[in-house]
């Protein structure tokens, strides 16, 4: 049995499941609407008849996990996020490579798995996994979200237990052996990230306008920040100094505050880096290690967590408290506090005796 729809293709029924037939680009396609009801086929084939006459190159049934990683790239292009380079790479040198030409109504549970495992016998931390399945989720939500939706549901990718949190903290005396270290050209920046543990990328984007040593604040716009807010850094401690001597060799033209000494912006890679960690007895230290010291320094110093906060660009109290882990010079604190409360007692409880006899 065979019903048109006017000028595009018809439905028909094989056994007790209703197919649709139409007209691709001059080739004639065949899809099962995998159901009994012959309305869920029409409505099927009214969904194909409007992708081809938009042109849409994507369509249930024949687009891949690859073409919906498009999606995402050109997600992240369209609202200019910092990481799109970052996805674009992860994207084709992994998702690509294992999963790019499944078709995407073939991605299962166990597929995942698979890839999964693949990922890990290649020496990737689980937390590098989840940055991946987080795009090929991020995919399918695009694309169940596309007018026609290009696909039919979302699959559920579960995340995986996470166990690579840095614990180390950069202690006072390593600050200073560090700082003789470094090269002149990372002294002021290794210095500013130290005390109010803002992202290397934000502390780059910097000009020298954005300074206000008489009033003693960095303003960061919200263009430069992570988190799209614009915040508000004090200069204390070491950093004023510092700020004044990266302005004073600075070339006039340059508008970078934290410049190469050539009249250019400091590269992300900041090269002499890791030679100066060596040098100081300090292998596998990370720039982004400074964000942790800086939020435990300033806890300790009393500084309230909102506005430690407000400082770092932590939006998240989870996030606040993972940085600032308990070392054993807390727990040695903590241990002295408890055994001075233990003696007070001991010595009221020496007393009420004494005064009952």
């Not at 390593?174 to 002294?187: A, T, V």
Request: contains cysteine; proline residues 3%; aromatic residues 8%.
């Amino acid at each position: 049995m065979k019903k048109k729809i006017r000028g595009s293709g018809t439905v028909y029924r094989r056994g007790q499941v209703w197919w649709v037939k139409y007209w691709d680009h001059g080739l004639q396609r065949f899809e099962s609407s995998k159901s009994a009801d012959a309305q869920v086929a029409r409505d099927l084939l009214k969904q194909k008849i409007a992708e081809v006459a938009a042109g849409c190159d994507l369509a249930p049934g024949r687009c891949t996990v690859a073409d919906l990683c498009q999606l995402v790239i050109a997600d992240y292009r369209h609202r200019r996020l910092r990481d799109t380079q970052h996805v674009a790479w992860r994207s084709e040198a992994h998702i690509t490579r294992l999963l790019g030409r499944l078709r995407a109504d073939k991605l299962t549970s166990g597929v995942v798995r698979h890839y999964v495992e693949t990922r890990r016998q290649e020496g990737a931390q689980d937390a590098t996994i989840n940055r991946e399945l987080a795009i090929v989720h991020r995919a399918f939500e695009l694309a169940h979200d596309e007018d026609p939706p290009l696909v039919r549901r979302v699959p559920k990718i579960r995340k995986l237990e996470e166990y690579n949190a840095r614990q180390g903290f950069l202690e006072p005396e390593q600050y200073d052996l560090l700082l003789k270290c470094l090269p002149q050209r990372l002294k002021a920046l290794f210095v500013c990230a130290y005390h109010v543990g803002v992202r290397k990328g934000e502390l780059r984007s910097l000009r020298v306008e954005q300074v206000d040593l008489a009033g003693k604040v960095i303003r960061i716009e919200a263009t430069q920040t992570k988190g799209k807010q614009a915040r508000t850094l004090p200069i204390y401690g070491d950093m004023e100094w510092w700020l004044r001597a990266q302005m004073l060799t600075a070339k006039p033209d340059c508008p970078w505050l934290f410049h190469n000494g050539r009249g250019r912006r400091l590269g992300a890679h900041l090269e002499g880096w890791r030679d100066a960690c060596q040098q100081a007895g300090l292998p596998g230290l990370l720039f982004h290690d400074l964000r942790r010291s800086a939020v435990r320094n300033m806890t300790r110093a009393g500084v309230r967590d909102l506005e430690a906060m407000r400082i770092t660009g932590h939006k998240t109290r989870s996030v606040f408290d993972r940085y600032n882990i308990v070392d054993e010079h807390d727990l040695q604190a903590a241990g002295g506090k408890m055994d001075r409360f233990f003696h007070e007692r001991r010595r009221q409880r020496g007393a009420k005796l004494r005064r009952v006899k």
